[in-house]
């Protein structure tokens, strides 16, 4: 069995009972990939909770899923990540309103590019090291604790697949996603400490996409094949299968659903 179909196969399945009640964090949750991850999240029974720095998107995001499957509790919250305080008071907040922390999902998103190394402009280095890093940086290290308290706590990063085999126009965005797989590794050797003899009880790990697509941009491209794309109902399907992987399995992994490179 390839990676990618490993990672399909984790996917599918994956029923209600697994995520019923479980109480999992959505950052960056108002673009394509978060509103299709609410929607499989709340299906599946979870308790939701969207933080997105667009108010409006995050509110039609979280009213969707809450249409969708009718008696979810999605709830957002306008949370700017690039600040460590108002990160933390986050999770002080899903985890005093609810009670736990099961899983934090990271979406934040963005890409800047050349056409050339030698074009790279290094103002998207700071822009990408902010939205791609930073908010990595601020996420996992204000729901550690809460995850640890957890007994099925995830911190999931979704990352690309350039990070491992980066191209000469986009150095910066690889090397981007390259910092934020190291740190999330970083976490999961945390979680596999804190497990000591009996191994880690939480997961942190990295879900690994070519490029991500969806209805708006098929529409838009409709003779584009977007070849090896991930659709954002896939990866929702995925990171809701994540929770039927022991943490001893999961800890520290990178699960491909493209091809490697």
């Known amino acids: 069995m390839s990676a990618c179909e490993e990672a399909t196969t984790m996917a599918e399945g994956n029923g209600n009972g697994t995520l019923n009640g479980a109480v999992i964090a959505v950052a960056g949750a108002a673009g394509p990939a978060g509103r299709a991850t609410l929607l499989r999240l709340a299906e599946a029974g979870a308790i939701v909770v969207g933080a997105d720095a667009d108010p409006a998107r995050l509110a039609e995001a979280v009213d969707a899923a809450r249409y969708a499957h009718g008696g979810a509790t999605v709830v957002g919250d306008t949370v700017d990540l690039l600040d460590l305080d108002a990160t933390r008071e986050w999770a002080h907040r899903v985890e005093k309103d609810f009670g736990r922390v099961d899983g934090v ?9 050349s056409a050339t190394f030698a074009e790279t402009d290094l103002a998207d280095w700071d822009l990408l090291e902010k939205l791609l890093i930073r908010t990595v940086q601020h996420t996992s290290l204000a729901f ?23 191209t000469a126009g986009n150095a910066a965005y ?10 999330t590794l970083a976490l999961a050797d945390a979680f596999r400490k804190a497990g000591g003899d009996a191994g880690p009880q939480q997961a942190a790990a990295i879900l690994v996409v070519k490029a991500l697509v969806n209805d708006a941009m098929r529409a838009e491209r409709p003779n584009a094949k977007f070849a090896g794309f991930t659709d954002v109902k896939e990866l929702a399907e995925a990171i809701a ?15 491909w659903l493209t091809e490697k490179p």
């Open 241 to 255: 299968g994540v929770w039927d992987r022991p943490a001893k399995e999961l800890n520290g992994t990178r699960l």
């Open 105 to 113: 999902v990271h979406l934040v998103g963005g890409w800047r590019g």
């Open 174 to 183: 690889a090397a981007s996603k390259a910092a934020a797989e190291a740190w």
């Open 144 to 166: 550690q604790e809460a995850l640890q308290r957890s007994d099925r706590g995830r911190f999931l990063l979704i990352s690309a697949a350039g990070a491992s085999k980066p």
